[in-house]
Nanobody
Framework: QVRLVESGGGLVQPGGSLRLSCTAS????????MGWYRQAPGKQRELVAS??????????NYTDSVKGRFTISRDNAKNTVYLQMNSLKPEDTAVYYC????????????WGQGTQVTVSS
C-alpha cells in the first residue's frame, strides 16, 4: 500500500512563511503528478499548486491567489513534494492536503492526511 505523510503546518503571522512537505512510502510505480490542495471552513477543496510529468516534459500550475508567493517543488529521489509558502495571508488559512498520482496510464491517486495552516495575528 501507499501512504502519504504530510508535515510543516502550523500557526504563523501574516507575512510569515511555512514549508509543507509530503512524502510517499510503499510500493508504487512512476509518479505522474504531485499536488497541493487546501480546504477552508465552509469552502470547497481547491487546487493550490501541482507538478505534472508527461510526454511534454512536465508542467507546473498555481492557483491565481498564490502566484508569486508559493512555490511547489519535488525531490524524486525522496518521493517528496514541497510547498514553500511565503508572504502568507489570513486568506491562506486552511487544511492543506497533498496529492500524488501514480502511473501515466493507471492514474492511481492518493491523498495525505492534511495539515492545518493558520495565518493570524
Amino acid at each position: 500500500q501507499v501512504r502519504l505523510v504530510e508535515s510543516g503546518g502550523g500557526l504563523v503571522q501574516p507575512g510569515g512563511s511555512l514549508r509543507l512537505s509530503c512524502t510517499a512510502s510503499g510500493r508504487f510505480f512512476n509518479i505522474y503528478a504531485m499536488g497541493w490542495y487546501r480546504q477552508a471552513p465552509g469552502k470547497q477543496r481547491e487546487l493550490v499548486a501541482s507538478i505534472t510529468s508527461g510526454t511534454s516534459g512536465g508542467r507546473i500550475n498555481y492557483t491565481d491567489s498564490v502566484k508569486g508567493r508559493f512555490t511547489i517543488s519535488r525531490d524524486n529521489a525522496k518521493n517528496t513534494v514541497y510547498l514553500q509558502m511565503n508572504s502568507l495571508k489570513p486568506e491562506d488559512t486552511a487544511v492543506y492536503y497533498c496529492n500524488f498520482v501514480f502511473g501515466v496510464a493507471t492514474r492511481q491517486e492518493y491523498w495525505g492526511q492534511g495539515t492545518q495552516v493558520t495565518v493570524s495575528s
